[in-house]
């Protein structure tokens, strides 16, 4: 965002974020929205603050970010908690799910169970010298 479309309460680095997720002027915030803003800034990857969230909203009404009311600011926590949550695990922290454990045992034919093999040349443990 240039000097002249610089957002109220929008630092650079924020305002970084958003040129990427295609948000630019303060009319491209008002018509998306804070709470969209803000989850665009977190499925492009980057780690916002909910500050973030307060900021994008006080830009909207044209106020400082503090100056949010604590109502308004539990509604927007709630509703971008719904919708983070949808967003799909970064590659990351993407682990396949591990199926179930199962135990096999071997029986010989006389009920004693064998003894492991270790992977060792020698079964005996004499070394050779």
């Known amino acids: ?25 303060q009319e491209d915030l008002v018509a998306v929205g804070a709470l969209a803003a803000f989850v665009r800034v977190k499925r492009a990857g980057f780690k916002p603050s909910l500050n973030l969230l307060y900021a994008l909203e006080g830009a909207i009404l044209g106020c400082h970010w503090q100056e949010i009311p604590d109502e308004r600011r539990s509604e927007l926590v709630l509703a971008a908690g ?16 591990a199926g179930p454990v199962t135990t096999v045992h071997h029986d010989d034919g006389d009920g004693a169970m064998p003894e492991p093999d270790l992977g060792f040349d020698d079964p005996s443990g004499s070394s050779a010298d």
């Not at 719904?82 to 799910?97: N, S």
């Open 82 to 97: 719904d919708e983070v949550a949808k967003l799909p695990l970064p590659k990351y922290k993407r682990v396949p799910v």
């Open 1 to 25: 965002m240039s000097s002249d479309t610089k957002l109220r309460n929008i630092g650079p680095k924020s305002a970084a974020w958003l040129r990427q997720t295609g948000i630019r002027t």
